[in-house]
């Protein structure tokens, strides 16, 4: 069965650090990957996705993610956060018949 | 912006009382998808419909829960009865054609049964 991991549950970053989540997936054939952002109170919003071609994904609001196929990796990065980018953030992954997978979230937390 | 509409937005109700929860999806997007949020179990999909005709619903207890979609612009999910552990954040979310272009979610449903 396919599966997202996301390995930091809770992240708390200053603002200005550079941001790095951890996201990989057990899936043996062609995927598409997601990240969405969750802020507090808020549904789901997509950042970025990857379906095919050069690997490193530029979304919303800075972000970026590179897919690692050899690594089954889709880690998402920014180089400076804001206080603004305090969420939860999703790693996901299509599946056969449509369905998402999400990994169980990373819960950003940046200090002024 | 095309958006889903989730209502009701929040909802307290009586263990034991039949909950429904309704979902406009974004107008021509085929498939929808309903998933529940908990602190615990995080994001669950419960079921999902693709031209009104239910794909997957294995993650759904079918003793209480069942999903509709009664037309292309109404997608229904009843929980009856409700228990205390059905508290959580239902959120629909539609996409054209599957999850290739990503799904476009509601702002949820917040459920508390008492």
């Known amino acids: 069965a396919q599966s997202v991991s996301q390995h930091n549950h809770h992240v708390i970053l200053s603002e200005a650090a550079s941001l790095e989540l951890g996201c990989n997936y057990s899936y043996g054939g062609t995927v598409n990957l997601f990240w969405y952002v969750q802020y507090p109170g808020q549904h789901l919003q997509l950042l970025l996705k990857?379906?095919?071609?050069?690997?490193l994904v530029k979304g919303i609001k800075g972000f970026e993610a590179e897919f690692i196929k050899s690594k089954f990796s889709f880690n998402l990065r920014k180089p400076s956060v804001q206080w603004s980018d305090t969420a939860e953030y999703f790693c996901?992954?299509?599946?056969?018949?449509?369905?998402?997978?999400f990994g169980q979230g990373t819960e950003l937390s940046v200090k002024p | 912006d095309a958006r889903v509409t989730q209502t009701p937005r929040d909802k307290v109700t009586e263990m034991g009382q039949e909950v429904t929860m309704r979902c406009q999806p974004i107008l021509g997007h085929n498939t929808v998808f309903w998933y529940r949020q908990t602190m615990m179990q995080g994001l669950e999909l419960l079921a999902y419909f693709r031209n009104r005709a239910p794909l997957d619903d294995s993650g759904m207890p079918k003793d209480r829960f069942s999903a509709e979609m009664p037309d292309a612009t109404l997608a229904t999910l009843k929980i009856q009865p409700s228990e205390p552990r059905d508290s959580a954040v239902y959120f629909c979310a539609s996409a054209p054609g599957g999850s290739n272009y990503g799904y476009t979610f509601g702002s949820g449903t917040r459920l508390t049964v008492v």
């Open positions: 996901a992954v299509n599946s056969q018949g449509g369905k998402l997978i």
């Open positions: 990857y379906f095919s071609g050069d690997p």
